[in-house]
């Protein structure tokens, strides 16, 4: 659809969901490869791709020159890549502790009532990292839909929807771990 780096950016800084979905097309494995690379972990590669394209719709009408787009966009997702990986070493320690104290907990011999099953997903996520998919989860959680939550978020829907899904499977096996 676009041939040349200069439209594509031109239409992102005017607002063009159709050029960002289409560079997210196009550019979305190749950050996610490179993030993998880094991370050695799908699931924060998957959060590398989500922020990087989150900055660039929340930043699109201040985009600077850029001359080649795919290394602009690989770029930001290498300093994402560094900062999850301090942030994965700041919040190793917490689930360490975390999953310690959960397993000297006995599980009920009876179901969950839905008191308890709302406290444990408060508990994961006051627990776990997950950055804007636990925000959007959260959210999610709340009753908001796919538009509210992307309204609030300043995110298009279908960014909305891949957040959720993260979100919801951080949170599904933070609870694994601890019953």
Not at 107 to 130: C, F, R, T, W, Y
């Amino acid at each position: 659809m676009y041939s040349r780096d200069e439209d594509v950016i031109q239409d992102l800084r005017n607002g063009s969901h159709k050029a960002f979905n289409w560079a997210f097309q196009r550019f979305s494995n190749s950050i996610h490869t490179m993030a993998y690379a880094k991370l050695h972990d799908q699931n924060d590669a998957q959060e590398v791709v989500q922020l990087v394209f989150k900055k660039l719709w929340e930043n699109r009408e201040s985009l600077p020159e850029i001359n080649n787009f795919r290394n602009y966009l690989l770029t930001a997702a290498v300093n994402c890549s560094l900062n999850l990986i301090k942030t994965n070493y700041r919040y190793q320690s917490t689930i360490e502790k975390c999953a310690d104290t959960q397993s000297q907990v006995q599980p009920p011999d009876l179901p969950m009532s839905l008191k308890e099953v709302h406290n444990n997903v408060q508990m994961a996520l006051g627990k776990i990292k997950g950055g804007l998919a636990k925000e959007a989860f959260q959210l999610s959680y709340e009753g908001n839909s796919h538009e509210e939550i992307a309204s609030k978020m300043n995110i298009p829907i279908e960014v909305s929807r891949s957040y959720v899904s993260k979100g919801r499977k951080l949170v599904k096996n933070f609870l694994n771990k601890i019953s």
